[in-house]
């Protein structure tokens, strides 16, 4: 295998249980560098577990995670990790501190890494997702769901890391401005080459952004396919089936 | 014949500390026994006129509008202990997330009991018989066994049945739903959709189905006004959408991604300021 195709993570049978459930079962994953990976299912399927297990925010009880080279011990992540991959969650009111300045929340990341520079990062971070220096003495409930969300695409892009692991990152935004950070993650993975793992229950959306995706059920994997054979409608399984009539909206019987 | 509901040029305005915000701004419209979405961005107005119509507008709100009427009933002048026999009676509304809108407290079955008796005269078997008609009509498998569940037992499909079951266990003449299945997974958005469309269908029902996604609503309903600023800037036909003639309509639509097409970047809104006006 040549360094360009070694998989940016891979995942062998990874179990995550909490108390008698077992969130993940048996979940394997070859995840390629510099691809858009989606994983998608209901609620309950496993698809945050998998993506927070990842990131060592879900007790892993068996398997591994690798990232590139090395293996991923489990518990608590590194800071060289952290350095490598950052998170992007679903709801944009509750994962910025909300008495807390952008510019604080930016230094934030910057100041546990022991990085200087902080002003001239902060800015180019915020001219990265759009948003400009007026935005950087403003509090979250100043900005609306969109501009909150840019503003966590900003944090987790500050530290420059190879991957991001973006968890429902649209499905709080209205769909006009869905279609704008769709744009601006798609942009900022061109620019800096970055692996993306991210979790949706929209097809219309991971097929958008990502070239292959695993569909899950039950904590385990139901099928990977490539975002192509999914729009021709070349799957193997019955509940891939069901997720995609699912996507095309209400009809009457 | 009456029609079921007249509202023409209503306005909901708030005073803040920067001057009076119009959250509504003269929005008309009848409806009939019909479908009819209600369709726009977050602080378009959408539910705070659905929330106008409820009589759920927070006292500080000053509303106004040429007509509101509700059948023979002018709800503008309608006194407080009317408009709550109204509420959940002859009016009801299906909220978005049933985490929040159920008590929590309170066993699901006498949720829906105290529904029912609070509008009309039934002795408590009865109450409890139709309440157990009314969560198998949802098409819940085991209602005796759900009655007598709380709402954090029951997964969020079951507890948005289980509000449609409240809201529709006195038989309103209209219901407003407000964003009903936005907290739903997809698969099981189609299941509660088509459990209320049946319904509605069958009660023979006014529908009000306010919701962000404009593709959903049009294949739900017959009619669909799409709000902009506190307006409406387009009413139009479900079957007629894609012949949509007002940018802000044909932008909604444009801008989600869906399978099978290619276009990268995604065409995103570019609002103009005279689509306020």
């Known amino acids: 295998m040549t360094p360009d195709t070694a998989p940016a993570l891979s995942i062998r049978s990874l179990d995550v249980t909490f108390g008698p459930f077992r969130a993940l079962q048996d979940v394997s994953l070859d995840i390629r560098t510099g691809e858009a990976f989606g994983l998608v299912g209901e609620s309950g399927s496993g698809k945050s577990t998998l993506l927070r297990a990842v990131a060592g925010l879900a007790p892993t009880t068996a398997g591994s995670i690798r990232m590139g080279a090395e293996t991923l011990k489990p518990g608590k992540r590194s800071r060289a990790f952290h350095s490598r991959v950052q998170m992007v969650f679903q709801d944009p009111f509750g994962s910025l501190h909300p008495r807390q300045t952008i510019d604080r929340q930016l230094l934030e990341p910057l100041a546990i890494h022991g990085i200087g520079d902080g002003e001239r990062r902060i800015l180019k971070a915020l001219d990265e997702v759009g948003l400009g220096a007026g935005f950087r003495f403003r509090y979250p409930h100043q900005l609306s769901g969109g501009q909150r969300q840019r503003v966590a695409i900003a944090r987790a892009l500050i530290l420059e890391p190879s991957i991001l692991l973006l968890d429902e990152p649209t499905s709080a935004l209205d769909a006009s401005v869905q279609a704008e950070v769709l744009n601006l993650l798609e942009q900022v993975r061109r620019d800096r080459k970055l692996t993306f793992v991210m979790v949706t229950h929209d097809l219309g959306v991971v097929t958008h952004i990502c070239e292959r995706l695993a569909v899950m059920r039950g904590g385990q994997v139901v099928e990977t396919v490539t975002s192509a054979d999914l729009i021709a409608g070349k799957v193997s399984a019955g509940y891939t089936r069901d997720l995609m009539r699912a996507s095309e909206g209400f009809r009457r019987h | ?277």
Not at chain 2, 85 to 97: C, P
Not at chain 2, 179 to 200: G, K, M
Not at chain 2, 210 to 227: A, E
Request: contains cysteine; aromatic residues 4%; proline residues 6%.
């Open chain 2, 1 to 277: 014949m009456t029609p079921l509901l007249q509202v023409e040029d209503l306005r909901v305005s708030y005073a803040t500390r920067t001057g009076l915000v119009e959250a509504v701004r003269g929005v008309s419209f009848t409806l009939g026994r019909e479908r009819l979405g209600i369709v726009g961005e977050s602080g378009s107005g959408k539910s705070q006129t659905g929330r106008a119509i409820m009589g759920l507008t927070p006292p500080q709100a000053q509303i106004s509008a040429k007509t509101l009427r509700f059948g023979d009933i002018d709800l503008l002048t309608a006194p407080p202990k009317l408009r709550r026999n109204l509420r959940g009676g002859r009016i009801a509304m299906v909220l978005q997330d049933p985490k929040y809108s159920l008590n929590p407290v309170m066993t699901i079955g006498r949720q829906i009991v105290e529904t029912l008796r609070t509008h009309a005269r039934v002795s408590r078997a009865e109450a409890r018989q139709r309440a157990l008609e009314m969560l198998a009509a949802v098409q819940i498998r085991d209602p005796e066994r759900v009655f007598d569940l709380h709402p954090h037992e029951v997964s969020g499909g079951m507890g948005q049945r289980v509000m449609i079951a409240m809201m529709l266990v006195a038989n309103p003449e209209l219901l407003i739903a407000d964003e009903p299945t936005s907290a739903l997974d997809v698969t099981v958005q189609l299941e509660v959709l088509s459990i209320l469309d049946r319904l509605v269908g069958e009660r023979g029902m006014g529908l009000i189905f306010v919701s962000h996604d404009l593709r959903l609503v049009s294949s739900f309903c017959d009619r669909v006004l799409v709000m902009y600023a506190g307006r409406v800037v387009e009413e139009i036909a479900a079957s007629d959408l894609s012949r949509a003639k007002h940018p802000y309509t044909r932008g909604l639509l444009d801008c989600v991604p869906t399978l099978g097409t290619h276009r990268h970047p995604l065409p995103v809104l570019d609002r103009k300021p005279e689509w306020r006006l």
